[in-house]
């Protein structure tokens, strides 16, 4: 990640539109999502360690994208539980944390994200070498793995650009709320007679 006590300080290239603002834009417009620190995009979508020079001339440091994609399980996996906890699926005697482990998979593997990230055009967005989007230039050359795990990444810095709240409604715009073992079982609080 890019070091923090420099963030406010640094502008994006204005003189020309450079491959990092073009998939930050994409990114924006595909999550319907606009980040206010441009930078953790950046970050999510780079799956290799460089840096950035700004117009100022400073250089800024990114690292690759995993452990963002860490960050970015771990949140997606408790919005997920979170949706699971509303259903009311979590009485005595249901198989409650095999169902929530069933759809934390389902939804998070790789070959999910990854598909996800093809129908969605994230793919072509990766900067995965010194050179602007080079290895992933067709579908089939982009890797599920690679693709998941900037997908992860992506939504790890949604976290931490917007918080939870903000997660969860990316989440929800991109159809994460929808499988069958996250339909509503029992009432919500405040719905239906007691």
């Known amino acids: 990640m890019c070091r923090r006590s420099n963030v406010a300080q640094l502008t994006m290239p204005s ?4 491959y990092d603002e073009v998939g930050v834009a994409r990114c924006e417009q595909i999550l319907q999502y606009h ?5 953790l995009c950046i970050e999510a979508i780079s ?3 460089r840096s950035i020079k700004m117009n100022d ?3 800024v440091e990114v690292q690759d994208n995993l452990a963002m994609a860490v960050l970015g399980y771990t ?3 408790s919005v997920l539980c979170r949706i699971w906890w509303e259903t009311g699926r979590r ?4 198989r409650v944390a095999g169902d929530l482990d069933i759809v934390v998979k389902a939804k998070l593997n790789n070959k999910a ?8 055009d994230i793919h072509r967005y990766i900067i995965n070498t010194s050179a602007p989007f080079s290895c992933f230039t067709g ?3 982009a890797k599920d793995k690679v693709v998941a795990e900037t997908m992860r990444a992506i939504f790890g810095a949604v976290y931490l650009d917007g918080r939870g709240d903000e997660l969860e409604q990316t989440m929800r715009r991109l159809k994460f709320d929808q499988h069958e073992l996250l339909e509503v079982k029992v009432p919500r609080f405040g719905h239906g007679k007691i």
């Open 47 to 49: 799956t290799i360690k």
């Open 113 to 120: 994200l990854g598909r996800l990230g093809k129908e969605m």
């Open 57 to 59: 001339g400073q250089s």
């Open 75 to 77: 949140q997606m996996a």
């Open 35 to 39: 980040f206010k620190n441009k930078f």
């Open 91 to 94: 009485k005595r005697g249901e």
């Open 15 to 18: 003189t020309s539109i450079g």
């Open 139 to 141: 579908d089939s050359e």
